[in-house]
């Protein structure tokens, strides 16, 4: 399955936006889902994932409470709602795909989307 995501733009600290992943070239509904992001000069880390029918969810705890992932499974797409930003948010943020059990370690996905860059900053 190829992935897109998108959404990703300026905001001011406590503004909201969603990001989207579209997935095509597979059974989409199939996949578990899962959100990461890298800051600048840091590593890739966790921020949220969903089982492939979408009702199980993980949070990091970082954004548990101000983040919410989810599908749409018959629109191939997942999506990342995030409210209350702020400026530690500001990251290139990517989504994943796996057949397998989503966890928090990006070697658990198999596929990648290109990343979007999100920047909260007044």
């Known amino acids: 399955v190829q992935l897109q995501a998108s959404g990703g733009g300026l905001v001011q600290p406590g503004g909201s936006l969603r990001l989207s992943c579209v997935g095509s070239g597979g059974t989409f509904s199939m996949y578990g889902m899962g959100w990461f992001r890298q800051p600048p000069g840091k590593e890739r880390e966790f921020v949220a994932a969903?089982?492939?029918?979408?009702?199980?969810?993980y949070y990091a705890d970082s954004v548990n409470g101000r983040f919410t992932i989810f599908k749409d499974n018959a629109k191939n797409t997942g999506y990342l709602q995030m409210n209350t930003l702020k400026p530690e948010d500001t990251a290139v943020y990517y989504c994943a795909a796996t057949l397998r059990l989503v966890t928090e370690e990006p070697s658990a996905y198999d596929y990648w989307g290109q990343g979007t860059q999100v920047t909260v900053s007044s």
């Open positions: 969903c089982t492939w029918p979408g009702d199980s969810k």
